[in-house]
């Protein structure tokens, strides 16, 4: 079921060295890193350790990753990751995320990316399996 | 305009260890830089060195990425990626991507993940630019 | 000249997913991206912004790295760096890394790995440089 | 043992993009995989695939890596990377590498890095155990 008004949640990442390319902007392939940790910390402050959940023998696969690029993200900038869960159905969950420039002050940051993972929960016989309503 | 009957263009690449993740498998973020390769060897194929297209001081910049995950890949496989055109437009190009897990003998490649990825051709002063029907 | 007295700057990072390996642990490459972001922030604590720094002209090339590992980093895990500055020539810089595992409250976090960085100051003319006294 | 005469194996990774960075040339990190890349093709040819190794249970630590930087790696460079055997001892193995940059028809390639990494055999108990003489 799509859920319009499920609450976001903020996490910030800074643009390393390592993630530039030689067209001078971060790579694109950065922002999936980028979106699995803004995803991590997002179950964290929901109550879910994606750690704790491996660790119990389960894990989330990623089965859909789309990104649409707006606007570049530059070495060292602080990228804000706006997530929120977007459907959850018995066999998977989509998350959305929406990712921002630094604001200058001035003006409100910019929209520099959006992002949907669709992921499937693997459970310890390695099949998918029903996901609980309550893990997200 | 969609082109269903652009020629395809097959390219290998081997799953490197750095590019496993604790699941045991190779990591979501791996296909993003494996289909970029594969799209610069098309290029090549097509008589087109993305290297010379960047020194000219034009680039593509990749507007939209999207992948299907359908099978997992592992460490050391040799992964059979099929490159084609997908849509070309004025001011973008669709490049459509399949990937194939190793054949094993007795049957054939497993179809691991599809993937799309849209670019944008960028002059030398930063901007969009009308893409050549040569380019590809 | 060596410097054993140098002050010791202390930054923190977290193991993203996309860094482990199916060994499950942090792959040996992360902590070369690790060392790296540390140093920025190093940097930007003794009051030299490396963007800025790229920005009017300049650049510092990593002409030698080594690490040392102890002890593996795993998932999620928040690991401690301590940087410093090892020794200051006229032509080259060199860093040195301390990394420590999660303190777990009942004993002193683990010294997981130890690593060094020498690195020269090219100029706008793509040379090495002389490094002013005052960089770092 | 010291092995000068050890043979030397050539393998060959071509510079991705994604592994450039905004200074132009291939980021230092990346070198750590090409060798890691050339390591597994040298066990390969020396009749030992280290994805049977972990397969059996048995892994390759690494405990030390050092890498001195000389020329840099351009994207689209085909890299020759030169690996051999340095050192065995009953604990860890020390295994050499030359990274050359393309030859250019007239000159010699040029050595643009040289690297060493020290790997230790971890067994099925996760304890480090003796390197049999014939693994290498």
Chains 1, 2, 3, 4 share one sequence.
């Not at 609450?7 to 790579?27: I, K, L, N, S």
């Not at 900038?77 to 998977?92: C, G, K, Q, V």
């Amino acid at each position: 079921m799509t859920r319009p008004e499920s609450p976001v949640f903020a996490h910030h990442v800074r643009v390393r060295y390592a993630e530039t390319d030689q067209m001078g902007v971060a790579h694109h392939g950065s922002y999936i890193v980028w979106i699995e940790e803004a995803r991590t910390e997002w179950m964290r402050d929901r109550g879910t350790s994606y750690r704790q959940l491996e660790e119990s023998g389960l894990s989330l696969a990623v089965t859909r990753v789309a990104v649409r690029y707006r606007k570049p993200a530059r070495y060292d900038d602080l990228i804000r990751i706006e997530t929120r869960l977007s459907e959850l159905h018995p066999a998977s969950v989509t998350i959305e995320y929406r990712l921002f420039g630094p604001a200058d002050g001035r003006a409100a940051a910019d929209l520099i990316a959006e992002a949907e993972t669709r992921l499937a929960l693997i459970g310890k016989d390695g099949r998918p399996m029903r996901i609980p309503q309550d893990l997200f």
